[in-house]
T-cell receptor, first 114, second 115 residues
Framework: AQSVTQLDSQVPVFEEAPVELRCNYS??????LFWYVQYPNQGLQLLLKYLSGSTLVKGINGFEAEFNKSQTSFHLRKPSVHISDTAEYFCAVSGQGGSEKLVFGKGTKLTVNP | DAGVIQSPRHEVTEMGQEVTLRCKPISGHNSLFWYRQTMMRGLELLIY????????DSGMPEDRFSAKMPNASFSTLKIQPSEPRDSAVYFC?????????????FGPGTRLLVL
């Protein structure tokens, strides 16, 4: 079984500052990794995902994440955030075994202040 | 193209009443997932279907919860009888295929309050 730990429940930053949201996972098998974003009163939508290949993954809205197998991490980064990035961000993992379900972390609430 | 459609968007009911939540997946998607989101427990997978067949219902909290998918374009999640601790946001998501690599597309959720 897989598990995900998002180390920060809340991250406040100022507009145009860089941000990193941390995610660590645990799994006994190879994994797929995802970041989803949830804006207030909406469902989740995919930001980016790592399936294989290059460990640096670029997603929508200027976000990117790096898969680090040795550290079992998949941290999300953005070099300069906007007010509109205020949302909750979820890291998720699934095993590569076939009919594997997604396991989500508890989420990190990013608040971008002017 | 319409996304995942859920109804109702909000539901307020009294303890002991039956609640039915509805979901229409994206056309062409053959996997459907029901999640529950609370502050305390985060996002939990309740059940998922592939080709209208339940694959894993290990997340369903207890016998008061049941889910059906009578055809490829409709699913229901029923709670009977409802209890205050069932208050949460319930999301439906759909995707193509079943392998964990696929992107899931979420509906807007149903916010349930049980008094």
């Amino acid at each position: 079984a897989q598990s995900v730990t998002q180390l920060d429940s809340q991250v406040p930053v100022f507009e145009e500052a860089p941000v990193e949201l941390r995610c660590n996972y645990s799994s006994s098998v190879s994994v797929y990794l995802f970041w989803y974003v949830q804006y207030p009163n909406q469902g989740l939508q995919l930001l980016l995902k790592y399936l294989s290949g290059s460990t640096l993954v670029k997603g929508i809205n200027g976000f990117e994440a790096e898969f680090n197998k040795s550290q079992t991490s998949f941290h999300l980064r953005k070099p300069s955030v906007h007010i509109s990035d205020t949302a909750e961000y979820f890291c998720a993992v699934s095993g590569q075994g076939g009919s594997e379900k997604l396991v989500f972390g508890k989420g990190t609430k990013l608040t971008v202040n002017p | 193209d319409a996304g995942v459609i859920q109804s109702p968007r909000h539901e307020v009911t009294e303890m002991g009443q039956e609640v039915t939540l509805r979901c229409k997946p994206i056309s062409g998607h053959n996997s459907l997932f029901w999640y529950r989101q609370t502050m305390m427990r985060g996002l939990e997978l309740l059940i998922y279907f592939n080709n209208n067949v339940p694959i894993d219902d290990s997340g369903m909290p207890e016998d008061r919860f049941s889910a059906k998918m009578p055809n490829a374009s409709f699913s229901t999640l029923k709670i009977q009888p409802s209890e205050p601790r069932d208050s949460a946001v319930y999301f439906c998501a759909s995707t193509v295929g079943l392998a964990g690599r696929e992107t899931q597309y979420f509906g807007p959720g149903t916010r349930l309050l049980v008094l």
